[in-house]
């Protein structure tokens, strides 16, 4: 009789483990471990996720998006320490601490501005990004209702966008893979073209795109009078939906449209706040505020589950009543957790002392000099960046008529071909991007660089 062979490394003991418990999110678990490969990580250091075996991984998406300044950072991490050891937590209703309050303080006044309009005056916490779009899509609802405008109960929401997992955010998202099974669930939301440059046609340029599905938002709302409540998006960036970019001009149309039409503007920044695309938040880029503004991810520069809901004092004030009725009830058991407020609070030290803005545009040079060279690839349909973030399309032919079949999986193939090489790149579908915490350096961009193409050669390979 033969004993099972002895797992080979550490990390095959810890899948083995793992496999054996656990249900991973966004995964067809089937595929484990043979067709995705499952990574134990036993440490994070500045850009690296660390294997228990001391393999070295290039985290190039930022852990989902979230992380800005590195693992492990030791800032937000004494911060979080200093916290845990004065208060965990308290329930937020009924009660106030220091770094709840000092943390609302401080993004509302960071918040984006616009000439003539009241700033951005209340700050509503929740515990992730959906949960905050829930809160978001709650409050406008609910403030037509307290104001006795009954029939204003629909969203608009734009093509190809994502705000999240849970039913009312996925009722707003329109990526078929996340929605299509729950559709029989959700709420029906009217979906507006998206002003994606990608789907510029032949000879159209960004601008032109931009207000051609602008118009047809201003369409949106002549054919359904008095019923919309408010406009949902990711300002200048559909991050789900293949890091889709827009220009700016848009934001300045909705606004508008949303003003002419007493609708709210929902602006969700949960992916692109904090710098992502350039500057603090991408809606500065259109010179335009929203009435209620989602932000989580990189709020805690990566460390904790926090998401905060920034409103106008005008939507607030129509919840002030002796009614419950009218009060906004919702809540959540770790609303404004302590110790998520004190990585937060670190975070946004850190962008005070380090002008991360500024050293941010450095990097994004360093960015889009390497990716330049991936425009003239037989496969590269285009290449586009924001600020921090650069998205490679790939195509059989390199252009867009030729899209690769989903079922020929090159994403997998390239995120399989990259990790095999120290990089996390975890593609969407067959966009391949770079979203980098703030801390890489030169040298982490050239190997990113170069795994990139080796990525897609390999991955083209495979079809
Ligand atoms: C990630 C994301 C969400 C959802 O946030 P979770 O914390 O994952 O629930 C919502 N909107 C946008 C734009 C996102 O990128």
Redesign the pocket.
């Known amino acids: 009789m033969l004993a099972d062979p002895a797992p080979s490394t550490l990390a095959d003991r810890w899948r083995q483990r793992d496999l054996a418990v656990l249900w991973h999110p966004c995964t067809q678990m089937r595929e484990h471990p043979d067709t995705l490969p499952l990574v134990p990580i036993a440490r994070g250091e500045g850009p690296w996720l660390i294997d228990h075996d001391g393999k070295h991984y290039l985290d190039a998406v930022s852990s ?2 979230t992380n800005l300044f590195g693992h492990a950072q030791p800032r937000i991490g004494a911060a979080i320490a200093r916290q845990a050891t004065q208060l965990e937590q308290v329930m937020l209703a009924g009660f106030s601490h220091e770094p709840a309050v000092a943390l609302a303080e401080r993004l509302l006044a960071i918040a984006p501005r616009q000439a003539g309009r009241a700033p951005l005056a209340k700050v509503f916490y929740a515990d ?4 905050g ?1 829930e809160v978001a899509l709650k409050m406008a609802f609910h403030y037509f209702r307290n104001r006795g405008e009954h029939h204003r109960t629909r969203f608009v929401a734009l093509e190809n966008g ?4 849970t039913l009312g ?1 996925l009722s707003v998202g329109d990526i078929p893979l996340y929605r299509r099974v729950y559709a029989p669930l959700l709420t029906e939301a009217l979906f507006a073209p998206s002003p994606d440059a990608y789907l510029a046609e032949p000879g159209q340029s960004a601008v032109q795109r931009a207000h051609q599905a602008a118009d047809a938002l201003a369409t949106l709302f002549d054919q359904h009078p008095g019923e919309i409540c408010a406009v949902i998006l ?1 300002p200048r960036l559909q ?2 939906g293949g890091m889709r970019m827009h220009d700016p001009v848009y934001l300045q149309r909705a606004r508008e449209l949303c003003d002419a039409n007493g609708a709210f503007l929902i602006a ?1 920044e ?2 692109t706040g904090f710098g992502r695309t350039g500057t603090m938040f991408a809606c500065e880029q259109a010179g335009v505020m929203p009435d209620l503004l ?1 932000l ?2 990189g709020l805690t520069g990566g460390f904790l ?1 926090l ?1 905060a809901v920034l409103a106008t004092q005008a939507l607030y004030d129509a919840f002030l009543d002796e009614s419950r009725e009218r009060a906004f009830l919702h809540s959540h058991s770790y609303t404004g957790n302590p110790l998520a407020c004190a990585a937060a609070l670190a975070t946004l030290d850190i962008f005070a002392s380090e002008d991360v803005i500024a050293r941010n545009r450095g990097t994004a040079e360093v960015m889009a000099r390497l990716a330049a060279p991936f425009n003239d690839h037989r496969h590269v349909a285009d290449v586009r960046q924001a600020g921090m973030v650069v998205a490679f399309e790939l195509t059989r032919n390199g252009d867009k008529r030729t899209p690769f079949p989903a079922e020929a999986r090159v994403g997998l193939h390239a995120y399989t071909a990259a990790l095999k090489r120290g990089v996390v790149l975890r593609p969407l579908g067959n966009v391949l991007y770079w979203m980098p915490p703030y801390c890489v350096e030169d040298q982490h961009l050239d190997l990113l660089a170069q795994t990139t193409l080796a990525a897609i050669e390999e991955a083209v390979a495979c079809v």
Request: glycine share 8%.
């Open positions: 989902w998006w992730n990004g959906s949960a779009v994502y705000h999240g997992e955010a990711e991050c789900a969700d949960i992916a989602c989580s991810k589950p998401s």
